[in-house]
């Protein structure tokens, strides 16, 4: 880990580690979806309700990391992907960092598999400051249990 006085992903409330390498930091993370299916069914003799059988759990299967900065792994994996080398990697982990201290991880989902599939460059606008930010969608194949 590296000293907070050298981290480039400071400023950010989300941070991504790679098989324990940081390797990014974003502000905006979406795509944390997972639903339940259920099935009701009426049971006879019991008319105040139906029943709910639950079903299997899926996800979107993507996450979309914005308004973020990077090393370059990330833009060199996913250049992998468009030469037509697919390389699933993970764990992946992406932390949440508390607003204030940003020190320690409040929160963490660790995805299994992972692959880029969708690079956004950032825009670049001559008349502001603004940091060069991106975003970037991964496939996964769920969380780690």
């Known amino acids: 880990m590296r000293s907070r006085s ?11 580690q790679i098989s324990g390498v940081e390797v990014a ?8 979806t997972f639903e339940t299916s259920t099935e009701s069914f009426k049971e006879g003799g019991f008319n105040e309700h139906e029943r709910q059988l639950i079903g299997p759990t899926v996800s979107s299967g993507k996450l979309i990391l914005k308004k973020g900065l990077s090393d370059d792994s990330l833009w060199k994996w996913y ?8 390389v699933r990697k993970g764990p992946l982990t992406i932390s949440l960092f508390d607003y204030v201290e940003k020190k320690d991880p409040k929160w963490q989902w660790v995805f ?6 969708k690079w956004t460059g950032p825009q670049f606008r001559a008349g502001t400051a603004e940091v060069a930010f991106e975003s970037i969608e991964l496939s996964h194949r769920g969380l780690k249990p």
């Open 79 to 86: 250049k992998d992907v468009m030469a037509g080398r697919l």
């Open 112 to 117: 299994l598999k992972v692959c880029p599939v």
């Open 25 to 32: 930091g974003f502000n905006e993370v979406s795509g944390l």
């Open 6 to 16: 050298k981290d480039p992903y400071l400023s950010f409330r989300f941070k991504v």
